[in-house]
């Protein structure tokens, strides 16, 4: 086996990192000498087949080719009905685009390292449910990365921060990157990492920011005489730059001046840091909220909680460091990297997932991770979705949604239904699998339908299905034989997010052949 990395895969940006032979994870620099790549896409082609290009040479390219560029395909993880089409004529699917990103990390981590990279721990976001755990899965699969495991982006922060702080106590994660939120509240003892609960919103990003800056600008250029540069995609492209561009400087700056180009006219817009909070602040009090929502459901209050760490790059606005404050009353840890500390965890679950036994010249063992970290390290975590079943009314015909495994739950989770076989001469089970805490089957989601055949006992024979979240909180149903005692297998559940096995191997093959630049 090759080497075992750690990648956070973000809708913005992503970035990969190695447990070196210290111990210490680090992040590998990319082949442009960057610590992190943007997560953007630009297909282009040569006459022949389309040539990706990956990173931050992709994102520069965006305003001229905005027919051709995909960026945040995080946000379609799982949504099988989104699809690309690129200017060549061939299509990809979220899980190919996302492949396409992870084979151009692999690759560049292979010439930082000078090894071959085989494994990988992928970081999801802690409320990603399973289509978009098993499409992140499917991606590294397509990408030929053997995926040891997905593991909560929240929960690789407080392990690469439980690592060399005093780091001991309750934290909560407040993590806001390009295109997602996400708060976490875990309890860190010694090398046991225990989350207690977590929420999120996946359309909730610095990419909300910059819409809302988008709008505001529009509208003060708009007076100046400009075009409406949200009606025309090469001036929304432009704009969307500047805009991101002036709420960096405000994170450090107290005022800039935005400079605009449209039909060889010139138009410059002033902005001030406040200005820039109010046009965004009903997306800081939704993140406030889901902060509160997330105490709530831990049962805690701020006095409980010891420490915030501050992860993802739009935590730099300062209005996040005021609002934690005001909140939390504590100002937030400062010895936390925003951008590194998720690949920084998932580099060292990848090293104890691994099998790699001893040191190498360039990458670290479990047993250094373990020595380095102070004893062998446990994470529990908690499942972000309730998992269901839909059972029949006594009327015999009303459909309804049975929780079998609440949200929040210690992960892996296991329930078991009592059952038998309906009929005489039954020879399969079947069960359809939901996500989502209500009653009524239309307000939660069908995750898959599986069937597993069973011997042919008379009606009423018992049998056991269980319920399951792995670790990964991909779900597992197995059906228990109680006639025989014995298990009858896990069933094989059709998900309808998700690729087929079919599908799964030509897309391989597809992105395998690709050259990536
Ligand atoms: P993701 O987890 O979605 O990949 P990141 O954590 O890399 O995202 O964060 C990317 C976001 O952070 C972008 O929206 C970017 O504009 C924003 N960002 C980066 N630096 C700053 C800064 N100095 N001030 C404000 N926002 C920033
Ligand atoms: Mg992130």
Redesign the pocket.
């Known amino acids: 086996m090759g080497i075992a990395v750690g990648i956070?895969l973000?809708?913005?940006?992503?970035a990969v990192s190695v447990v070196r032979p210290t111990g210490k994870p680090e992040v590998l620099k990319n082949k442009e000498g960057d610590s992190?790549t943007p997560?953007v896409v630009l297909f282009q082609s040569f006459g022949g087949p389309d040539e990706p290009l990956v990173g931050e040479q992709a994102k520069r390219q965006a305003a001229a080719f905005p027919d051709d560029i995909v960026q945040?395909v995080?946000r379609y993880m799982g949504d099988p009905s989104w699809r690309f089409d690129s200017s060549s004529g061939a299509q990809y699917s979220a899980e190919e685009v996302s492949a396409i990103i992870l084979k151009r990390l692999k690759e560049d981590a292979e010439i930082a390292l000078g090894e071959e990279v085989t494994d990988a721990v992928i970081t999801v976001p802690a409320y990603f449910d399973d289509a978009r755990r098993t499409a992140t899965k499917q991606a590294g699969q397509i990408a030929a990365l053997n995926v040891l495991r997905v593991l909560n982006?929240p929960t690789a922060a407080a392990l690469s921060y439980g690592i060399d702080a005093d780091a001991n106590g309750t934290v909560l994660v407040y993590?806001?990157?390009?295109?997602?939120f996400d708060v976490t509240i875990l309890k860190i003892a010694g090398t046991e990492f225990e989350v207690i609960a977590t929420d999120g919103d996946r359309n909730l990003?610095?990419?909300d920011?910059?819409n809302a800056l988008m709008s505001y600008l529009n509208e003060e250029l708009k007076k100046q005489g400009a075009p409406d540069a949200l009606e025309d995609v090469a001036l929304m492209a432009s704009l969307r730059e500047k805009a991101?561009f002036a709420?960096?400087?405000?994170?450090?700056v107290p005022k800039t001046n935005v400079q605009f180009s449209a039909n060889d006219q010139h138009y410059r817009v002033p902005l001030t840091r406040e200005e820039f909070n109010e046009v965004t602040q009903s997306l800081m009090v939704r993140t406030q909220e889901l902060v509160a929502d997330v105490l709530e459901a831990s049962k805690l209050t701020w006095d409980d909680i010891d420490k915030v760490l501050l992860?993802?790059?739009?935590?730099?606005?300062p209005a996040v460091r005021e609002l934690v404050e005001q909140m939390s009353g504590k100002s937030p840890e400062l010895d936390v990297n925003?951008?590194e500390a998720?690949a920084l965890g998932a580099a060292i679950q990848a090293t104890l997932e691994g099998d790699i036994e001893v040191s190498t010249e360039q990458v670290g063992s479990k047993a250094t991770v373990e020595s380095f970290l102070g004893g062998p390290v446990h994470i529990s975590d908690v499942t972000s979705q309730a998992l269901g079943v839909i059972l029949i009314e006594a009327d015999g015909v009303t459909e309804f949604n049975q929780v079998m495994i609440e949200r929040n739950t210690k992960v892996p989770a296991k329930t078991e239904l009592k059952t038998k076989t309906a009929y005489d001469r039954q020879t399969a089970v079947h069960v359809k699998v939901t996500q989502g805490d209500e009653r009524d089957p239309q307000n939660v989601t069908i995750v898959g339908e599986g069937q597993l055949e069973i011997p042919v006992y008379p009606k009423g024979s018992p049998l056991r299905v269980s319920y399951e979240y792995d670790v990964d909180q991909t779900v597992v149903v197995e059906v228990h034989d109680l006639t025989a005692n014995k298990s009858l297998g896990t069933i094989k559940i059709e998900r309808v997010a998700n690729l087929g096995e079919g599908e799964l191997g030509e897309m391989e093959q597809k992105i395998g052949g690709m050259q990536i630049n």
């Open positions: 956070d973000g809708t913005t940006n992503s992190i997560s945040h995080k982006e993590d806001l990157g390009g295109g997602t990003g610095g990419f920011f910059d991101e709420k960096k400087a405000l994170s450090t992860v993802g790059g739009s935590t730099r606005m925003p951008d998720v």
